[in-house]
């Protein structure tokens, strides 16, 4: 999905980059109170380290999207990452997570065009998430509250915004497209492959979400607030214990055991398991040469970087130049990852310290 440089004009480039980069900011500022561990309900003296956890997501992600997998006849997809994001660690701190890996793939790796960073934003991190947040909170509210409802509406949510996102992809290509193809196929087939990739996505998505739950429901975004009833055995018979006024905190546990099985299988899965990956093109590739929009791609400006289509320069051997090259992107993504969300909330700490100290703020 991630479109090259030259599929759509300059003009509409620019404008989905200046969209991007609002977006963008608005995800900073939301992202403050989503990394602020003390407005976690229970969260108490040992609030967790949100930042290294949202670094991981992004270099999940990352490590994910190496795994194409076969979706049609010639025609693979990947995870787009949007709605995992944003269940995990909230919508706006989806969004960044999701752009830290966009960024670092057309920098790093030239995948994806650095004029068509902002169209890429726009498809894959503002729209998966924007979407998928809105249809899983909605569907949270109308299901039963427990780990089984979470793990659905994530499924549902994330099948949802895979051709949400070629839907917006094709508005932006029916505006700004650099050649003269109809619009009613392009549509047609973008959807309908990325229906296909949005079952994979949903998969991937229910699987991790659910997984993350069975052991820490906590660290889950969106499942805040979910709790187990507990039962009593009564007479021999099972029943639902009272409900307390307010819910009792749970003792402070660390998110260090998550965080490395996290990063090891990161790094497993970039660098082993992405050798075995489909090789065939991806929904957007697919159609792009089946229609003939590819003829306007232009050569990346980073093409010649030393870790250009996800190997390693001058590592001829083929499983270890993939291998490498994905256990570095898992590492630089968890890094920049960690040290961009580590700064955004430390800029909520100082707002909120200077906030305090100021006249207006100060208490009689």
Not at 178 to 204: F, N, P, Q, R
Not at 248 to 277: D, E, H, M, N, Q
Not at 344 to 363: K, L, N, W
Request: glycine share 12%; charged share 15%.
């Amino acid at each position: 999905m991630h479109a090259p440089d030259g599929f759509i004009d300059v003009p509409v480039s620019a404008a989905a980059g200046v969209l991007a980069a609002g977006a963008i900011a608005v995800s900073l500022r939301g992202a403050r109170r989503e990394l602020d561990d003390t407005a976690r309900p229970g969260a108490g003296a040992g609030a967790e380290r949100t930042a290294p956890l949202a670094g991981l997501v992004a270099a999940f992600i990352f490590a994910v999207q190496m795994l194409n997998f076969p979706v049609a006849a010639g025609t693979s997809g990947h995870l787009l990452g949007g709605a995992l994001a944003a269940i995990l660690v909230g919508p706006y701190t989806g969004v960044l997570c999701v752009s830290v890996v966009l960024l670092l793939q057309s920098v790093l790796f030239a995948d994806g065009g650095l004029t068509a960073l902002g169209v890429n934003i726009t498809t894959m991190a503002l729209t998966t998430t924007v979407v998928a947040y809105a249809l899983f909170r909605g569907l949270v509210k109308v299901l039963p509250r427990s780990r089984r409802s979470v793990t659905a509406a994530s499924f549902v949510a994330a099948l949802v915004s895979v051709p949400a996102s070629a839907v917006v992809f094709t508005l932006l290509y029916a505006v700004g497209g650099t050649t003269d193809v109809s619009i009613g196929k392009v549509a047609t087939a973008m959807v309908g492959v990325h229906v296909l990739i949005g079952l994979g996505e949903a998969a991937i998505t229910a699987l991790t979400v659910g997984a993350v739950i069975a052991v820490r429901p906590d660290l889950v975004h969106g499942a805040r607030g979910l709790r187990q009833k507990l039962k009593l055995r009564v007479n021999g018979e099972l029943v639902d214990a009272p409900e307390t006024a307010e819910p009792v905190p749970a003792p402070a546990r660390s998110p260090r055991k998550v965080w490395i099985a996290g990063l090891v299988t990161s790094l497993v899965l970039a660098g082993f398991v992405s050798f075995y990956a489909s090789a065939n093109p991806d929904g957007l590739e697919k159609v792009a040469a089946d229609h003939g929009i590819d003829k306007q791609a232009e050569e990346h400006a980073v093409a010649d970087s030393p870790l250009a289509d996800y190997g390693v320069k001058d590592v001829d051997d083929a499983r270890l130049s993939g291998g490498l090259a994905g256990v570095i992107g898992v590492g630089v993504t968890v890094v920049a990852g960690t040290g961009v969300f580590w700064a955004v909330r430390r800029r909520r700490t100082t707002d909120e310290q200077e906030e305090a100290t100021s006249p207006a703020g100060t208490s009689v």
